[in-house]
DNA sequence: GTCACTTGTTACAAAAATGATACAAAGTTT
DNA sequence: AAACTTTGTATCATTTTTGTAACAAGTGAC
């Protein structure tokens, strides 16, 4: 497995330093961040596994950022707090988090809680990869999907711009190949927001895919009509 | 969801009631032992999704249970401890347990954390199904109905297409074999809208299929006069 | 066989789904 | 703010799907 990214987030700076020193002697790779908006930001620029969350933060919202941090990422969520109070360990666990840590606790013991939600998470997200852990997903006449990047290459290694809902609903219908997708599930997988009736967005994305990557006679995205849209596979 | 099945393990009966009330009370169904052997014994009998652990056990075998417990079911373990001993929370998370928590505790924290087991296993065990999620159904001389593909293939392994209404009235029929389905049921299970009678839909639909999957001697789908359509399922 | 009724078949028209294009709105960068 | 990129809406053309109507064929009762 790779190496797993752990966000650590925290205005503690001693902490910090004494946190990333561990883990990253325990093989982690660790990033940290100090405020609400910066942890936000590279829970949306990068695959993390785990986040460690202090809630006191300078700008912070406090347990407001759980689900916030979930709908960018999938990491599990171990939040670590000063306050021993029940309620808001609750709280917490009610909004999402995987577990609660007490300040002080010993470093032994957050490792241990890291790998028993990594344990849970990576089965959960292995599985939503298949085989494509690689970040690199090829396809069709020599195309590679690089998902760490967000650039699709052709066979000659050139990159070929995708804009990154392009790039999102490609990836989305690549991680079920040959299996029709409808407008609406693929809508979900790929923005926010709700799904109207009769959003043609999803197909005007599809058609200029599609002619990015010379897919015109439909090979590779595969209208299934009455239905939605289906990646096909290699066979 | 289904109900969560909860195994409770702990010789403190005292305790085991408490658990059990509260538990009940929020929804779970919950399973009680009081000793290593009927525990065993009740994991490997019903589907378990959370395992409330006391290491302290009459016959007890301490921690070497958790693996035990985890090669007979896929649940969640959280392991109960009147030691709060961090070299032992740490070697029980080691070992496979999800979270540990030490005697005594707000019953209102359990439920939490009970909560974030289960968000988790949860994820893990849906993620496991992907594989078989490529539903055929195999009929006929050779045709494969793909439920993930909404495609029809015959035995050379061709697509031969049906719409996706078409479709939906094969697989209705398919599902209910060698049952006489009304065409208002048909109607009903495969489209919107309300029957009419004397609606004759149903009728050409049904000729269509029967067209596309060389059917002209009604074998496969059997009319049966003045009731509706049957598909006849393999002898 | 004839009659009353149900079902199969065909042709055609209406409806729906999709692809393509142009343009407007929204968001970014400079 | 201007220039550019990205995304969505509106529109139209095309193709596909579906239902209606009409009639032919089949079925069982008498």
């Known amino acids: ?94 909004m999402g988090a995987d577990d609660y840590m007490t300040k002080p606790f010993e470093m032994r013991e957050l490792a241990a809680r890291i790998k028993a939600v990594l344990r849970r998470t990576d089965k959960a997200q292995e599985a939503i990869k298949p085989e494509n852990q690689s970040e690199k997903i090829k396809f069709g006449d020599g195309w590679v999907l690089d998902t760490t990047q967000f650039q699709l290459f052709d066979k000659k290694g050139q990159s070929s711009y995708l804009t990154i809902g392009e790039f999102k609903l490609l990836e989305a219908l690549i991680l079920a190949p040959n299996r029709a997708l409808s407008r609406e599930h693929l809508f979900e997988l790929t923005r926010d927001g709700e799904f109207e009736a009769f959003d043609r967005a999803i197909d005007i994305q599809i058609g200029r895919i599609r002619k990015k990557i010379n897919d015109d006679k439909a090979e590779i995205i595969k209208t299934v009509r009455g239905v939605g849209y289906m990646f096909v596979a290699e066979t």
Request: charged content about 25%.
């Open 1 to 94: 497995m790779h190496k797993a990214n752990i966000l650590s987030i925290d205005d503690d700076a001693n902490l910090q330093f004494v946190v990333e020193q561990y883990l990253e002697e325990d093989g982690y790779n660790i990033i940290t961040a100090n405020d609400t908006k910066s942890a936000l930001e590279k829970a949306d620029s990068m695959p993390l596994d785990v986040i460690l969350l202090d809630l006191v933060l300078p700008d912070g919202e406090g347990m407001a950022i759980i689900p916030l941090l979930q709908q960018k990422c999938r990491a599990g969520i171990i939040v670590v707090s000063g306050k021993s109070d029940t309620t808001e360990k609750i709280i917490c666990l009610e």
